[in-house]
Structures are given as C-alpha cells and as structure tokens.
C-alpha cells in the first residue's frame, strides 16, 4: 500500500520503522472519507490502533507541513492504565520524531510536579489516565482552550473501572470544535451515549470482523477438577516452554498467591496488579523485556497497554468475566501477525458458561485435557533430543573436555548424566488428581450416587452413610458434570477435612448432598465458610451450604402402630363433644385448626 497520501515526515517515519503497509484499521481512518470528521473505531487490541489514532490526527497538528510552536498541548490522548498511556507516548515518540513534537505524559505514580513543569514549557501531545489529567486540569497546570483533537484510547475499558465523571470533566473543558476520536474494542451502549454527546457526524468504523484478532491466536480450553487449577498451569507452561507469558488472575490475592507458588516451583516469574507502586511495575516489565522472567502473573487491569513482542502464550487461570475481557486479555499475544496461543482452563462446573462465551464471540476453541506429567516429560525429551541433535560449531575446549569424559566414562554414562543434569534445570511437572474430563451422561449409563461412576451392569464403590451425622448441600449436580472423583478432593480442601471424614455423596439432577460425622460438623462449617467469597462459592463457583433439615436426613424411624378409636354412627368419636363431621352436619365455630409453632413442625424428608 502507499503512503502517498501521508504527511512526508510520517511516511519517512513509517519507512524506517519497517512498515510495508497499513493495517486494515490504520487504512480506513487515513481514507479522503474520514478526513476532518469524528470517529468512532472499533478494533481489536494488537491491531496497530494507536497507530492509527497517530496519523488520523496528524491534520489537525500540522501547518503547511510543519508543527507550530509548542505552547497548549494541540492533541490529548486519554488511556485507561499507566502502562498503555507510557505505550503510546512510545509509539506517537517515533512516529512524530522528525516533525520535532514535544510529548508530555501524566500518569499516577509518576513525579506531578515534573509533569507540570513540562506542560507549562510547552508541549504539542499530551498523553495520560483520567485521573491524573483531571487532576492538573483543576489545578490550572493542563490548558486545553487551544485543543485541536481529542483521542480516548480503549473507551471500553475507562467506563468499566468508573472513569465516566473524569472523562466528562475533560471533555466538557475543551473546545466545541475540536475533533473527537473515540476508539474500543466494543461499542456497548454506554460507549454509545458518550459518543453521542461529544461526538458531531462520526464515521463509524469498524475491522473487529476482518481482524479479529483470532486468526493469529489459537484457543485451547482445557477442563480440570477445581483443585487441580495450579498443577494444570504448572503442566501448561512446562509443556509450552514459551519464551514469554502471561498468566491471568481475577484478584490481587489470587496473583500473588500463584506468583509465590511459580517461584517456589523454579520459575522464573513477575507480578502485576494494583498493589504494586509504578516502580515495581516498570522493574516487572523491564525483567520481562530482558529474558529474565518468563511469566507474568496480572490481573486484567494492570496488564493493560502491555506489549511484549516475545510473549506467545496466555493462560487464563480464572475464568473471564465476559467475552470482551476474554479477547482483551488473549490479544496480548498474536500481535503484529506473529502466532501465538491462548488457553483457558476451565473447572469442570463451568463448562458450560465457558462455551456459551465462546460461541457469542465467534470464536473456535479446541477442547481439550490438562497436560500429564507423563505428557510434559515426553515433550521434554523430544526438545531436549533437537537441541542436541541441531547442528553447531564446537569449540576446541569442549572438543578437548568431551575427549577427556570419554577416556574415563563410556558415551552412554556421559548422554545419561547430560540428561539428568538438563532435567534438574526443570522445574518438576504436577500429578494432577483426574487429568480426564468427567464421564459424560448418555443414554443407558447409569451413575453411581453414593461413590463413583457406575456403568451398566456393574456395581462401583459406595461411601457409607454415617449414622449421626449431618447433611450439606452443593449447588452443582449431573447437569455440571458433577462426579465424586472431584468432588471429594474439593470437599477435603474447603473443608480441611480427610477423604474418610465425608460419608455418602448423593448426586441429583441439579445439586449434591453428602454427610459429615457430627462431631466435626461445625469445624467442617467454619472452614467452608472461611474459604468461600463473599457471595459464598469459591474461586471456581461451587457453593456449600448445610442442606435442607440438616441432621434430619439419617434413616426414617419406624413408627410405632397407632390404635384407632371406634367411631359412633354419627361419625362422632366416643366421649367427644364436637358434632358429626358428616355431610351439613353442624360444627362448633369455637374450634378452629391451629397450625404448630415452625419450631416444632416435622422436617420435610428428602425425595
């Protein structure tokens, strides 16, 4: 593609940076038909968007050519986190290099009073998060009365971590002629109502649908028991060997508890999230950037704008909230046309929300088992046998030290013990509680309620009914592929309780009931309770919960035999004073039914 329609120095930009062509987006918002008008773009992350915004708004800074003095910033570019607004001050740096702009950029975390001395010395781009420009904003430092463009960057993203007042604010204080470009990978309604209010006549462009961003990204969602999670990530990224990753976490606990379990385990691995100071973070990254760590453990927010050319592998440990999150978070890797790979690891109880999700987003995912130990050890030595056998140049002192092993060792002792040492470089791969999926339900199996999986015509273990003991409640059954294989290590986690403390486990059609001794009931229901969330489920959306009637589920009593008082002709008993209870015979008003007291109604039984 040309770039004849460029501004020379851009062009001049673009050429030394390596660019042949555009991408789909970078062409469409450079076209005669988006020129001087207000955009609203959708694309996906890794597309080359910023990019994109970079030469859309390069008429309205340029006079006859050339940029004009720097005094109030001409261009504002707003970005939901530090690190995607310290990007793009990056890629608009090369991009405006020859033209001579002054870029400032103010981000939390960073030192305010250098960013104000910079804007008060005169800038052409002003790049930063909502609340640090609204901030200089109010205190006079930021003067926007002279703006030219507009650009926020991932709209998406700022309204979802309740940035909408600040946006306003900033907004409002510009000029009614400036031109508004609004870029997201989503337009929801609310991106919608903002584009309507500060946008006049805008061209709606759209390449979620030429670049996805799935064509370079190949899905895999692999299905473990919820307590394997861990050893499934430990297996993915000893199978996977990446040069970089990111693994993805929910909460700020979760990213560090995983964090510390990788480096325990050998990895060499960093973490991201809220509670780390804006050093940390660069540290982090910047170890990340130099080989010296090879995983990355974020939550969604603090792994924003981070762009990392050798990250090839994305591990989605907690599953994402919806499909926007699921395409932000796997578009860290697949960018600028390398490949790369996204998995999801999903408990077996998810299974089905995990599917509906893809399927709205359109995306084709391979289904799949957690790697085995077996299976990563496998791999290993077929890696381990390429890179031996790949051809290389010795030098004289390892010829001379391989001669000398040779004299004392024979070559088979010598490969061994190169083996050996190699494997010992490795951290070790887990042995996961089930690495198959659960049985599915077809027609003529028959299930096992009381233990295990039980297949027509034969008998498998059952668990024993304790005799005082008391009855909890899981909130999963058959229809989430609920199967005692993984039940009983869950139950034997949350419960900090030993697989012969859980007495029978009934699954039915939408929910599991089992039964603990009593004597352990209530050290069972606090440590429960203990590991749960606050809507009472844990990290992979299983709720426990005492069941219905609690310890009223032992085995009915028999009763004893009630003898019936004979009855007159009237129907009247003898010695009762009420009236005949036949047809229009009288009765006493006095008397009415009076319902017992709940306390002391009998507890429904089971059905």
């Known amino acids: 593609m040309s770039f004849d329609h460029l501004s020379p120095v851009l062009v001049e930009a673009l050429t030394a940076r390596g660019y042949e062509s555009l991408t789909p987006v970078q062409a469409q918002v450079t076209e005669a038909e988006a020129h001087g008008r207000d955009l609203l773009v959708s694309a996906q992350t890794g597309s080359g968007k910023t990019v994109a915004f970079g030469l859309a708004m390069a008429d309205e800074l340029f006079d006859d050519g050339r940029l004009p003095f720097a005094t109030a910033p001409l261009a504002l570019i707003v970005a939901p986190t530090r690190e995607l607004a310290l990007q793009v001050s990056r890629e608009l740096g090369w991009l405006y290099a020859r033209a001579g702009a002054r870029i400032a950029t103010c981000v939390g975390g960073m030192d305010a009073s250098r960013e104000r001395r910079a804007l008060n010395q005169g800038v052409h781009i002003v790049v930063g998060t909502p609340g640090r420009l609204r901030d200089h904003l109010e205190r006079g430092a930021l003067d926007l009365e002279n703006l030219r463009v507009a650009v926020l960057d991932e709209a998406d993203e700022m309204l979802d971590m309740g940035f909408r007042e600040d946006l306003e604010e900033i907004l409002d204080a510009t000029p009614e002629t400036r031109r508004t470009l609004l870029f997201s990978a989503t337009i929801p309604k609310p991106i919608a109502q903002l584009a309507k209010r500060y946008q006049r006549d805008a061209l709606r462009i759209s390449t979620v649908g030429e670049d996805r961003g799935h064509g370079d990204i190949a899905y895999q969602v692999v299905t473990v028991a919820p307590a394997d999670i861990e050893g499934a990530v430990i297996n993915l990224l000893r199978l996977h060997e990446p040069d970089t990753a990111m693994l993805f976490c929910a909460t700020r606990d979760n990213v560090r508890r995983l964090h510390a379990r990788l480096v325990n385990r050998g990895f060499a691995a960093v973490a991201l999230s809220g509670e780390h100071s804006q050093n940390e973070r660069n540290h982090a990254l910047q170890a990340l950037r130099d080989r010296r760590a090879r995983v990355c453990v974020a939550t969604d927010v603090a792994a924003r704008g981070i762009d990392l050319p050798s990250l090839s592998l994305v591990i989605h440990v907690e599953i994402p909230r919806d499909a926007e999150t699921l395409q932000h978070r796997s578009g860290r890797t697949g960018r600028a046309g390398k490949k790369g790979t996204a998995v999801l690891i999903v408990p077996y109880p998810r ?240 008397e009415r039914y009076k319902p017992k007291p709940y306390g002391q109604r009998s507890p429904r039984r089971p059905k």
């Open 351 to 590: 299974r089905r929300r995990v599917d509906g999700m893809l399927r709205g987003a359109r995306i084709e995912a391979e289904w799949m088992n957690a790697p085995t130990a077996n299976d990563v050890r496998h791999r290993d030595q077929e890696r381990l046998i390429e890179k031996l056998l790949a051809p290389v140049e010795h030098e004289a002192d390892d010829l001379e030290l391989a001669q000398r092993l040779l004299t004392e060792r024979s070559a088979e002792d010598i490969a061994a013990s190169l083996v050996r040492a190699h494997r010992a470089t490795l951290p070790p791969p887990e042995d996961l509680l089930d690495a198959g999926q659960p049985p599915r339900r077809e027609r003529g199996e028959r299930f096992e309620r009381e233990g295990g999986h039980q297949e027509r015509g034969e008998r498998g273990p059952r668990r024993e009914q304790f005799d005082d003991s008391v009855w909890f409640r899981l909130n999963i059954g058959r229809r989430q592929n609920a199967d005692p294989r993984w039940i009983l290590p869950l139950l034997c986690r949350r419960g900090h309780v030993t697989k012969h403390e859980i007495g029978a486990i009934r699954i039915g059609p939408s929910e599991t009931l089992f039964n603990i001794p009593l004597a352990i009931a209530d050290r069972f229901a606090e440590a429960i309770q203990r590991s749960a969330n606050a809507d009472g489920e844990d990290d992979s959306g299983v709720a426990i919960t005492p069941a219905p009637g609690g310890a009223a589920y032992p085995p009915r009593r028999e009763k004893a035999p009630r003898d019936k008082a004979p009855r007159n002709t009237l129907g009247r008993a003898p010695g009762s004073d009420r009236g005949p209870r036949g047809p229009g015979g009288p009765r006493d008003k006095t």
